[in-house]
């Protein structure tokens, strides 16, 4: 029944290896986002797809890199981690177009990644 | 540069009392203003959210003013309670940029029994 699911929900790894994080939302909307949020709390937007098709690359290192197989799908994949990519990581649904409530962004429970 | 200005950074308030969080921003091209709310170890959920051509909205316990030409708008808290502490976020779309929501840095309010 979860609308917005992410695995895994921790993650803990060693500087300069790879990892992914998964989501899935059953809210049959069209676009997801990533987020990053750091220990103050600010939440950044990181990617954002439409319809499997980016439209949103904020300035993010060329070391994240997302992947949308279809519209209800959208992974994150991290290559040679830092320390600095300690953060919590949310993937949020919303549907696509129109005003108002469709401007609903729908957040998955986090992903809490921690790299030694 | 932060779009969005939101303050105060951290609030701490008596069960009962009404806590207000306010935002700014410059962009008159943000047609949307939503606000988050986000408990620890969990995503932020919409709370309520206006449209610039109204000046309050009220929903429950919490109401957002709106002030189109000063382009500041602010939560209030009616009779807080201490299940209301959380972190709070006001955020603004953006009509010209794909709809991209712009974020405040975040409140965090605390509500002592």
């Known amino acids: 029944d979860t609308a917005v699911s992410q695995t895994p929900k921790y993650l803990v790894t060693q500087m300069g290896n790879d990892k992914s994080i998964k989501c899935e939302q059953n809210?049959?909307?069209?676009?997801m986002y990533w987020y990053k949020q750091d220990s103050k709390k600010f939440l950044k937007i990181m990617f954002s797809?439409?319809?499997?098709?980016?439209?949103i690359n904020e300035t993010v290192p060329n070391r994240f890199s997302p992947k949308s197989p279809d519209k209800a799908h959208l992974n994150l994949h991290i290559n040679s981690l830092e320390l600095g990519d300690s953060a919590v990581y949310f993937c949020?649904?919303?549907?696509?177009?129109?005003?108002?409530?469709?401007?609903?962004?729908?957040f998955g429970p986090g992903t809490r990644l921690t790299v030694l | 540069q932060q779009q969005v200005k939101q303050s105060p950074q951290s609030l701490i308030v008596q069960k009962g009392g009404i806590p207000i969080i306010n935002c700014a921003y410059e962009?008159?091209?943000?047609?949307?203003f939503p606000w988050y709310q986000q408990f620890p170890g969990k995503g932020p959920a919409l709370l309520i959210a206006?449209?610039?051509d109204v000046s309050e909205k009220k929903e429950g316990r919490f109401t957002i003013s709106f002030n189109k030409s000063a382009k500041q708008f602010s939560l209030h808290i009616m009779d807080s309670q201490p299940g209301d502490s959380a972190t709070y976020f006001c955020?603004?779309?953006?009509?010209?940029?794909?709809?991209?929501?712009?974020w405040g840095l975040g409140t965090s309010l605390a509500v002592n029994p």
């Open positions: 206006i449209r610039p």
């Open positions: 962009n008159t091209a943000f047609d949307y």
């Open positions: 949020a649904s919303s549907q696509a177009g129109g005003t108002g409530g469709a401007d609903t962004q729908y």
């Open positions: 955020a603004a779309v953006n009509a010209g940029n794909n709809r991209k929501l712009i």
């Open positions: 797809y439409n319809n499997k098709e980016l439209i």
């Open positions: 809210l049959g909307h069209d676009t």
